[in-house]
Each structure stands twice: as C-alpha cells, then as structure tokens.
C-alpha cells in the first residue's frame, strides 16, 4: 500500500461545477496537509494547508481533512477554466518529526469546460 | 520577495554524462528539497538539505547527491545519467522551524537524456 494513495483523474467538468478532489493515507503520524495546484510545465505552487482534523476555507477552495479516516478533501466552488491543473495532495508528519520532507500523491489533473 | 529559483531551466543530456543542477531558496528560507517529477510517477523525495546538512535522503542511487552552500543554495549532481533520469527536477525550500513546514518550489529543471 502507497503511502498516499490519488485518483490521477483525469477529471473533467462544466465551468461553474463543484469540484471534489480526495487523498487518503496510511500513516497516522502526518498532521499537516497540503494542496498544491501545478499548472502545464510549471512547480507546484501551494494552494492550502490546514492542521490535523477539521476544515479550512480560502474564497472558492475548501480543505477538510478527518483524520480518523486518514482521508482528505479538496472543494473548489464554481470552478472556473484558470483551475484547469493538477492538483497534488501533500502531508508531513511536522517539524520534529522523522522526515522533514512532504510525501505527495501522484495528482488529479482536473479540467474546467467553459 | 523573489520565490525560489533554478537553474538551468532545460538540459539535454546523453547517457554516462554528468549534470548539476543549482537552486536559490527564499530569502530566511534554511532547509532545501529536491524532488523528481517523472511522468506517471508524481512527485519522488531525493534530498533534504537543512543548515548545510543532509538531514534525509530518499530511495534513491548513490549517484544522485547534492549539497548546501553556506548562503543555504544548493546543488544537485546526478553522475552517469541514466535514460530514467529525464524527469522534471524541483527545488522546494522552507524554514523548517515553522510549524506547518511550508515548502515553495521553483519552476523545476527540466532534464532530457538521450
């Protein structure tokens, strides 16, 4: 079993739709969870990030994260064709923890029908 | 505030040779990361840099290394190239003494070898 497991997609939608985008992991010493949006040929660049349970919003983005599910989520409301992208979930077990590096899933590649 | 730079931006290169890649992380910024982005494979850990040290390595060949320079820039070398190697390389740097750890990539260097 992956570390972090994400439907690569690829996914499609009509402008204006809600976009449901999910990771799910296996080790329980990650608390902190990150999006990352990645544009054609370009870097990651870091959408949100939120801290153990709970939900965090940011205008049309929405992140939850359920910890007793090992499973995250990532809305985005009245998609737009700009969010066209992949997007990669990403988790670290935090400062002091054993690995200072973010473990990614492979990304969903979402695109946004005008 | 300049985001985290790369260089070169594209590199071709035939098997056996040689190649270093060079990244400037944000200013304040001590830990840097280098991550493979080959296609279908997501994003891959390779090195954790942090205060001039390598603190974690990933699963990867003696013949990827690297390190950090006292102005906490830093240099990836990948001897004797393989053709497995052309992927899109990213530096990501963060002050890891934050909580949250927020990691910043750069535009990634794309390698090509022939």
């Known amino acids: 079993q992956k570390e972090v497991e994400q439907d690569p997609g690829p996914l499609s939608v009509p402008e204006g739709a809600i976009v449901s985008l999910n990771c799910t992991y296996s080790?329980?010493?990650?608390?902190?969870f990150m999006w990352y949006r990645q544009y054609s040929r370009k870097g990651p660049e870091l959408l949100m990030y939120?801290?153990?349970?709970g939900n965090k919003e940011d205008g049309r983005f929405t992140a939850q994260v359920d910890k007793s599910s090992k499973y995250i989520s990532l809305f985005i409301r009245d998609s737009q064709p700009s969010d066209s992208a992949t997007y990669l979930c990403?988790?670290?077990?935090?400062?002091?923890?054993?690995?200072?590096?973010?473990?990614f899933g492979k990304g969903t590649k979402l695109s946004v029908k005008p | 505030e300049a985001g985290v730079t790369q260089s070169p931006t594209h590199l071709i290169k035939t098997r056996g040779q040689q190649v270093t890649l060079r990244c400037s992380p944000i200013?304040?910024?001590?830990?840097v990361y280098w991550y493979q982005q080959a296609l279908g494979l997501g994003l891959q850990f390779l090195l954790w840099?942090?205060?001039?040290?390598?603190?974690n390595r990933g699963n990867f060949p003696p013949r990827f290394s690297g390190r950090q320079f006292p102005n906490y820039s830093s240099e990836l070398n990948v001897n004797a190239l393989e053709l497995e190697d052309s992927a899109l390389y990213l530096c990501?740097?963060?002050?890891?003494?934050?909580?949250?750890?927020?990691?910043?990539f750069g535009p990634g260097t794309r390698l090509t070898v022939l």
């Open positions: 200013s304040g910024h001590t830990s």
């Open positions: 080790n329980s010493a990650f608390q902190y």
């Open positions: 840099y942090d205060e001039g040290e390598e603190r």
């Open positions: 990501a740097s963060s002050f890891y003494r934050t909580a949250y750890n927020e990691q910043f």
């Open positions: 939120t801290y153990s349970s």
């Open positions: 990403a988790m670290s077990e935090g400062y002091g923890g054993s690995q200072g590096n973010l473990i």
